[in-house]
């Protein structure tokens, strides 16, 4: 039983660039989190999508965006990257929305 | 807001002494999670403790959920090296249906 996988592991980019990050969410899971973690800190909720819609939102400017697909796929895009923006991205699968999540390795991303 | 409030934020002990790591909010969660997190990987989910005054035991770990579901509680016997890591508590549900909220993480090190 294959867990949550993200893709790509690491990413460099530059400021000003587009990032697509992907996650492919636990079997049998129907809703997909994305979270942002700083160095040494807690993650912090991006949104959240369920039945291909974004159900919730975090603090987080329309710079960042996502995507679900009909098999529970989901992506995340960053327009516009900023320094800030460096961070462990984190995805996170549950059943039903409210459920346990549980998280993929991340995706490191280094914006130059 | 809802904000948890995560205590000590570093902690280094000796092999063998024992912990606690205090996780508090002023808001009500439905269930509280707890999750280690080694470096460059995802948040690996311990336990969830869903009703107020829930104890869970797991090996030397001992979680607990307050009566009034805002705060919790982990305790570990009997430290060892392999305990070394993030832990991070994180509370669902309330007014952020769906949304973890987390902590600030408890960075711990034991020490052989």
């Known amino acids: 039983d294959a867990g949550v996988t993200q893709s790509p592991t690491h990413l460099i980019k530059t400021r000003g660039q587009q990032v697509t990050l992907r996650c492919s969410p636990k079997s049998g899971h129907d809703t997909v989190s994305w979270y942002q973690q700083a160095l040494g800190q807690g993650p912090q909720f991006i949104f959240q999508?369920?039945?291909?819609?974004?159900?919730q939102r975090g603090n987080f400017p329309d710079r960042f965006s996502g995507h679900q697909f009909p098999n529970y796929s989901s992506e995340l895009n960053v327009n516009a990257l900023l320094l800030g923006d460096s961070a462990l991205y984190l995805c996170?699968?549950?059943?039903?929305?409210?459920?346990?999540?549980?998280f993929g390795p991340g995706t490191r991303l280094l914006v130059l | 807001t809802q904000l948890l409030e995560q205590s000590p934020q570093f902690l280094s002990i000796q092999e063998g002494e024992n912990l606690t790591v205090y996780c508090n909010s002023s808001s009500v969660f439905s269930s509280l999670q707890w999750y280690r997190q080694e470096p460059g990987e995802g948040p690996v989910l311990l336990v969830t403790v869903v009703t107020g005054g829930e104890v869970k035991k797991l090996k030397r770990l001992t979680f607990q959920f307050g009566d009034a579901r805002k705060d919790s509680s982990l305790h570990i016997t009997a430290a060892q090296p392999g305990d070394t890591g993030l832990y991070l508590c994180a509370g669902a549900g309330g007014t952020s249906y769906g949304k973890l909220t987390f902590g600030q993480g408890t960075i711990l090190t034991v020490h052989p």
């Open positions: 996170a699968s549950s059943f039903g929305g409210s459920g346990t999540q549980y």
């Open positions: 999508y369920y039945e291909e819609e974004e159900r």
